[in-house]
């Protein structure tokens, strides 16, 4: 496939970021570097507390921000100005928004507007709209402006909008916020069924155990902690120092992880 | 207003007027209300079989006469203007009911009402049988640059959002015992402007944030080309032909 | 204010069209340019300009339902040309106001169809133009603060909304097609515009300020007041490193550079402001306000009382002494800039004062910085 890959015989990982820093216009550091490798098909949570430069760092999975140090490279294929369409393709981001990330008149139209920017038409985008649709239960909605939709369906929708990319990494930006709990099951249901590799920025520390093996808390504008979800969030002193909070009464030891 | 506003105007339905491809619609409109304003006032007949030939295109749309009339109401603040007119236009008066009026003044403020309640009536009837997207794209594949069409329907998606976003925090004024009442609250009213804008302004970076992670770079993408059939053309042109050929029946009689 | 069909002849309509169409095809290209902006994902101005552009529409859209109450019972709404100037430029504001005023031809049917080229030239182009150069001289003139951006916004929108109901009267004047004096409709609709104005401009002017105070990155018209304001130092670390601060060049030299022609634009504009107030009135006085005409062949103002400054040199618009009534009315408008500018000039000079001897006080390197 694409000429990295050939070097090493496992396949690429889904997202590589080595060394990344980055520092704002107005000379504001955010990132100081990031090392994070996350495997095809894996599901990591990053915690961190607001100001962390969590989305900073989402900002340069795509090309958005440039990094000023290091490295990003999705599936192998380096974050860099020319392949900047094919690596926006690779990587879907959800934002935290739906609002913002649903601009199109219709679902229908939203969804099709990634896959028919990258030059998919007919018949073929049709099936592409359709299938994502299926897959986070909206097909029914095709023809309906997204304001018309409750808060959890335009969710579910800007879901879709990212999968009909069928993208390599899906990136959530705190998707169980403003969700009410039925909402916040049906969307990590919809999550689980996915073959893809996820990476989900969150404060929602319970949503992160139930759909995420592994966690990464990035803090100070660098990764402090890397493990599975449960051993972090039992680590009571790591969490007090970087500002993460279990909710009242949630116990992570007492919880059996679905798998 | 915004979009809410926009599919209280429109109503669905399954009529031939519905049918139609929406560029072909707008012409036929444009066309139509272009024919009205060139017909000389004096030809009062010629308004009247205007309004039939509305009224037929209501009645094949089965847009109820009622809904229309309704509609017409946006007109008001010129029919006031035209109400004016006769009390203040110069030229030689005539007497009614004791009220001198004058007679060039009378022939304006009927130009107006015929010209102007006709304009709003074939708008009223292509915008309750159009889908708002539908307009838009009628208006693209009418030449008018894309750009143009897509900051419409980004105003389009986003009204309701934003308009949402003011009633909210006119609520929140209300529930902290606020009320404008007066010159003196222009100040408050300003700040929620003030903050509506920055939120608007920075709801935009965000959706192009959104649009360019999923790689527009500049053109939206042709998604849907429908193409109007000669037979639509002719079904549509069938209103603005009717209308000039009444339009210059006004002109030789 | 928006025109219906059938208010303005065909030929001048279709020109008006022509113009409108030109003007938005100037503006598309100038947005892209204005929105290009340098934040996240800094991208080129063309894939910037659909989502700014449209939710800038959307929010001029929202704030013209913005009711702001005038007295008991009546209300006004913005018509938002000038703030759209203001805060996001000339070009992005004269497309704003243009899409907006075709979707609600379009969708509402505010406003004709036929009529739009009139509507657009009218609210949108005239509006934001007049604003905008006007803002544009203002800031000029005026000290470098916010405050004069905000005294900028209020001139410029009270000046903006007349002018558009100036240039909807020469419209008139050349397709109108009703018989009313042409004096009559420019009295009645520049004295109801400059009422209309007194609100736009006080909630444009308080607006403007309200962003400025947030995000002053986003005034349009602001700009160039971003790099002197950084300047400001904290009382304590100015004792320390006063040597620092006085060896830093507090005057940005780009901001002298304009003002060499200030001066030449400045005087201009005077002569401008004289002789459209001047000739204006001319014409206006020659006939009697429409609208008390019409409350005096009604006989309704028979409890209409006197206008209390009926007695001062300036009552009705004419002076006194002289018999010509256009003559007077032209002297009247002329003095009445005058004397504008006048009581405009002074407030400035004290206040540039009073601020000068302030910044004195705490550190003497502060106060040329607020001379520029």
């Known amino acids: 496939m694409d000429p990295l890959s050939t070097t090493t015989p496992a396949p690429a990982p889904s997202l590589h970021v080595s060394g990344l820093a980055y520092a704002y216009p107005d000379g504001h550091q955010a990132l100081f570097g990031v090392d994070l490798t996350v495997a095809r098909g894996e599901r990591v949570a990053l915690l961190g507390p607001n100001g962390a430069g969590k989305t900073t760092l989402v900002l340069h999975l795509n090309g958005i921000l440039e990094a000023g140090a290091g490295s990003v490279a999705v599936a192998g294929l380096p974050v860099a100005k020319g392949n900047l369409a094919e690596i926006r393709r690779r990587v879907g981001i959800v934002f935290q928004d739906p609002d913002d990330q649903l601009f199109m008149p219709t679902v229908r139209e939203d969804v099709a507007f990634g896959p028919a920017a990258a030059g998919l038409r007919g018949a073929e985008l049709d099936a592409r709209v359709t299938e994502a649709l299926t897959r986070v239960g909206m097909a029914d909605f095709a023809d309906r402006p997204p304001h018309h939709l409750s808060f959890g369906q335009r969710r579910r929708v800007a879901v879709a909008t990212v999968l009909a990319m069928r993208p390599e990494i899906l990136v959530l930006d705190e998707p169980s916020s403003n969700l009410d709990p039925a909402s916040r099951r049906e969307l990590a249901d919809i999550l689980r069924s996915l073959d893809v590799t996820v990476l989900m920025v969150t404060h929602d520390l319970p949503y992160a155990l139930e759909l995420c093996p592994r966690s990464v808390v990035l803090s100070g504008g660098v990764l402090v902690a890397d493990g599975t979800t449960q051993d972090l969030l039992c680590d009571e002193e790591l969490m007090r120092n970087h500002r993460l909070e279990l909710p009242f009464g949630f116990d992570p030891r007492s919880v059996t992880v679905p798998r | 207003m915004g979009a809410g506003h926009a599919h209280k105007l429109y109503r669905h339905g399954h009529s031939p007027v519905h049918a139609l491809p929406a560029h072909c619609k707008i012409a036929a409109v444009f066309c139509f209300v272009l024919v009205v304003v060139s017909t000389p006032r004096e030809a009062v007949w010629a308004f009247g079989l205007y309004a039939l030939l509305i009224a037929a295109a209501a009645g094949a749309a089965r847009v109820p006469a009622g809904f229309l009339l309704k509609r017409l109401l946006i007109e008001v603040p010129f029919v006031a203007f035209a109400v004016l007119m006769p009390f203040v236009a110069e030229g030689p008066r005539v007497h009614v009911a004791g009220l001198g009026l004058s007679v060039s003044g009378l022939w304006g403020a009927w130009n107006i009402l015929a010209k102007g309640t006709l304009g709003v009536a074939a708008s009223v009837l292509l915008a309750s049988t159009t889908e708002l997207r539908e307009l838009l794209l009628g208006l693209q594949r009418l030449r008018m640059p894309p750009l143009l069409v897509q900051i419409a329907s980004f105003m389009i998606r986003y009204g309701d959002v934003i308009t949402d976003e003011m009633r909210r925090m006119r609520i929140a004024r209300l529930s902290r015992g606020f009320e404008a009442r007066g010159v003196r609250h222009w100040g408050v009213l300003a700040k929620s402007a003030g903050a509506l804008f920055i939120r608007s302004y920075e709801r935009g970076e965000r959706v192009h944030l959104a649009m360019v992670s999923r790689g527009y770079t500049g053109t939206m993408p042709v998604i849907d080309a429908t193409t109007a059939t000669r037979t639509q053309w002719t079904r549509a042109a069938v209103l603005p032909l009717a209308a000039l050929a009444v339009c210059l029946l006004g002109w030789t009689l | ?289 429409g609208l008390e005409k019409v409350a005096h062949d009604q006989g309704i103002d028979a409890k209409a009382r006197d206008h209390a400054a009926k007695d001062s040199p300036l009552a009705d618009y004419s002076v006194k002494d002289i018999t010509d009534p256009r003559l007077s009315g032209g002297l009247a408008g002329v003095i009445g800039v005058g004397a504008t500018l006048a009581v405009g000039t002074g407030v400035f000079v004290v206040l540039r004062r009073r601020r000068n001897a302030a910044d004195a006080r705490p550190t003497a390197a502060g106060a040329p910085a607020e001379r520029v």
């Open chain 3, 1 to 289: 204010m928006h025109v219906p069909d059938g208010f303005i002849n065909a030929p001048v309509s279709v020109a008006t069209g022509a113009l409108a169409a030109a003007a938005v095809a100037v503006s598309l290209r100038g947005a892209r340019r204005e929105l290009a902006g340098t934040g996240q994902g800094g991208g080129a101005g063309a894939e910037r300009t659909a989502p700014l552009a449209g939710l800038v529409a959307a929010f001029i859209f929202a704030v013209q339902m913005l009711n702001f109450p005038v007295a008991a019972g009546t209300s006004g709404h913005l018509l938002g040309g000038a703030l759209a100037a203001i805060l996001v430029g000339p070009y992005t504001g004269v497309l704003c106001v243009s899409v907006v005023l075709l979707m609600q031809g379009v969708l509402f049917a505010d406003g004709g169809l036929t009529a739009l080229g009139v509507n657009i030239t009218d609210m949108a182009i005239v509006t934001t133009v007049v604003a905008y150069g006007l803002f544009r001289v203002l800031v000029k003139v005026l000290p470098r603060s916010r405050r004069s951006i905000t005294v900028a916004s209020f001139v410029s929108a009270l000046v903006s909304v007349p002018a558009a109901a100036v240039a909807f009267t020469a419209l008139y004047a050349l397709g109108g097609t009703a018989d009313v004096p042409i004096g009559k409709v420019f009295t009645a609709m520049v004295g109801v515009h400059v009422l209309i104005g007194i609100g736009e401009a006080a909630i444009t002017a308080l607006t403007v300020g309200a962003v400025i105070a947030v995000r002053p990155d986003l005034v349009h018209g602001a700009r160039g007041l971003t790099a002197p304001l950084e300047l400001r130092t904290s009382p304590l670390t100015a004792a320390d490193a006063a040597p620092a601060a006085a060896a830093t060049p507090v005057p940005a030299p780009a901001a002298t550079a304009p003002r060499r022609s200030v001066r030449r634009v400045w005087l201009a504009g005077l002569a401008a402001a004289l002789v459209c107030a001047g000739g204006i009135s001319y014409y206006a006085s020659a006939s009697p306000d």
